[in-house]
């Protein structure tokens, strides 16, 4: 395409092919209603005409709840809200509630033994280290080694004595009815691309209601007030069990909001989930647990009491989106989607090509899809007298073309209009007798033959100097190499019979190694060594058809002028491309694809320029784009 300013001013479209067939119809409008069908379930089944925006929320918390335990050395002791949640445990979006304890009471600032499992045993005070700690030891040592029960001896360290001794927390839990107490969540959110706020505790929500309700999945679903053993129990644990170690729950809030008009829904919806690991086996610190102490003054001395805790922690976690309608967004989906309309193109084109729709494929194929032939490559079209269709080979500069493997075969196609016009044709050609098989002379019948015309005719090239065995194309005429001039075609004209030596068509001795049929001439060029026959045989020019379809006069001049009636028909030259042309169609017709160029074999040329003769004697060859 030349570079310019009018081609601005250009459109540019493709060309369509189609097919008629009631079964290629029907595939294609199913394919299309399934694909349809599809993009509008998910159209609606994932909402994809809305825009969507991320929640922003924030939680708050409050714990109710009292519980009585028994405490070893402390007695009966009543745990509150105050007792319950530790401070250093309650963090963003989370709250602790403690449901055991390992208590050590009456520690003061002092020197004792350290116990074993955090420190080491020693014999002597050269086992111990002065000022050393781990992160392990309960204290600094001291540099001294004392007993600490009858059997062993441990180094002594500075700390607040006695020491914490015991490790694994109580069986059972010793405030296991913390399973009673519930939660108030309170949880607000915003959509900001839509200015939308949202809370959990709903508008027609009232005191009344909040002060009696407790959540539950089936009755109360929306209901901010959580019983902390319902919550345990809907994770699928067991609360006593979790209860002497910890662990960690999630209480998921989760808001898939609609807010067009007429679908407007915006609620929270609750599930819950363990998040630790629960197996004591599987984790070398399992639950959850931290130390916390009460300080206190005795006889002026500071005392304190310290308690490792154990307990729950709940993690509130709040996701969630909202969409409403936009048209942009609808305007997107449909257009992505238009895409999948291709699937039916694809699939129809698949089903043409496999041996389903064998009785299309070849007429859709070459209406479809165009052969650009490449600069590099010569495709030449070759057809043999004893095979039924014609082949396609590429031009081979080791091999003749008599020899070449074919790329493709094409069968041949009947044009019965032609057939009708050529029977007319040979039927007015006076004098022009068809002579009968093995030499023997008969009158002439009406000849039965294909014809070639338009495109055929065009492409026979004007004789002149060349090279010998001129091959002809067709769409553009070219002659072929000089040939033999045969006795048995050297009279072939209108009103003459042609006597049986001509049709008996003896082999001559001295023929290449190339020809089957004995009456070719010999070719320098590979692609001009072609016969008219693949095995052994009879020679195709020996047909009685052959004089009076491709050599009688009266026949290319009444074709010629059908043609082109003004032409002046003065030359050897004009009957001679005439007569190319003539064979071109008889033999391949609309066989050969565009870029392949029909070859016509050397004993056929032979016997063409033999009635045809350049007055010279020179032929252009064969001239191959």
């Known amino acids: 395409m030349s570079c310019g300013l009018l081609n601005l001013c250009e459109y540019e479209t493709h060309k369509l092919v189609k097919i008629k067939s009631v079964r290629l119809g029907s595939l294609k409008w199913m394919s299309n209603g399934i694909i349809l069908m599809f993009i509008c379930m998910m ?95 309960h204290g600094v040592q001291t540099g001294v080694c004392v007993r600490f029960d009858v059997t062993r001896k441990t180094c002594e360290v500075f700390a607040w004595c006695p020491v914490e001794n015991r490790k694994q927390p109580p069986r059972p839990a010793l405030l296991a009815s913390a399973e009673n107490f519930t939660v108030l969540i309170k949880n607000n959110i915003r959509f900001p691309a839509f200015n939308y706020i949202r809370r959990n505790i709903l508008p027609e929500m009232t005191d009344t209601y909040l002060k009696r309700c407790v959540f539950n999945r089936r009755t109360d679903p929306y209901c901010p007030i959580f019983r902390l053993g319902d919550i345990v129990t809907a994770a699928n644990e067991n609360f006593t069990e979790m209860a002497v170690e910890g662990g960690v729950i999630g209480l998921q809030i989760n808001w898939d909001c609609d807010l067009n008009r007429l679908f407007h829904s915006c609620l929270p919806m609750y599930s819950f989930r363990r998040l630790d690991e629960k197996e004591s086996n599987r984790t070398l610190y399992p639950g959850l647990n931290f130390r916390f102490a009460r300080y206190y003054t005795e006889n002026g001395s500071e005392h304190r009491t310290l308690y490792k805790a154990f307990g729950i922690r709940f993690d509130v976690m709040v996701f969630g989106k909202a969409g409403k309608f936009s048209i942009i967004q609808l305007v997107i989906y449909i ?6 309309y291709a699937l039916t193109t694809v699939f129809l084109d698949w089903l043409i090509g496999t041996k389903c729709c064998s009785r299309e494929a070849r007429l859709y194929s070459d209406r479809k899809f165009e052969s650009i032939q490449d600069g590099q490559e010569c495709l030449l079209g070759v057809s043999f007298v004893d095979e039924d269709k014609v082949r396609v080979v590429r031009r081979s500069k080791k091999k003749s073309l008599q020899h070449v493997k074919p790329m493709s075969f094409h069968e041949r196609k009947d044009d019965a209009a032609v057939f009708k016009a050529m029977m007319c044709v040979l039927h007015t050609a006076e004098g022009a007798a068809m002579p009968a098989q093995n030499g023997a002379s008969k009158p002439k019948p009406k000849a039965q033959a294909g014809t070639g015309h338009g495109g055929s005719a065009a492409r026979v090239a004007d004789g002149g100097e060349g090279h010998e065995g001129r091959v002809v194309a067709r769409g553009e005429g070219r002659d072929v190499g000089q040939g033999r001039e045969e006795s048995h075609a050297a009279d072939v004209g209108e009103g003459r019979e042609e006597s049986p030596v001509l049709l008996e068509m003896q082999e001559q001795g001295g023929c290449p190694s190339w020809c089957q049929c004995g009456f070719c001439a010999p070719a320098g060029r590979r692609e001009e060594q072609l016969c008219c026959r693949r095995e052994r045989g009879r020679c195709l020019s020996s047909s ?35 007569a190319y042309a003539q064979y071109i169609s008889w033999r391949f017709g609309d066989a050969v694809p565009l870029d392949a160029t029909p070859v016509i074999p050397s004993c056929c040329v032979s016997r063409i320029r033999a009635a045809f003769p350049s007055p010279e004697g020179q032929y252009s060859g064969l001239r191959l784009t």
């Open 544 to 578: 009685p058809l052959f004089p009076s379809l491709v050599l009688s006069r009266s026949t290319l001049e009444t074709l010629l002028l059908y043609r082109n009636p003004l032409a002046e028909l003065r030359e050897e030259a004009h009957l001679r491309r005439g």
């Open 335 to 340: 257009g992505s989607t238009l895409s999948y």
């Open 43 to 137: 159209l609606f089944w994932n909402k994809e005409y809305q825009a969507y925006d991320l929640v922003v929320s924030s939680v708050t918390t409050k714990v109710k709840g009292v519980a009585q335990a028994v405490l070893p050395g402390f007695g009966d002791v009543v745990w509150d809200v105050v007792d319950h949640s530790g401070p250093s445990q309650q963090g963003k979006n989370s709250f602790f509630v403690v449901t055991n304890v390992i208590s050590t009471k009456q520690q003061k600032q002092g020197k004792c033994a350290e116990t074993p499992q955090g420190g080491r045993l020693c014999r002597s005070d050269k086992d111990c280290e002065r000022g050393y700690w781990d992160q392990h030891s």
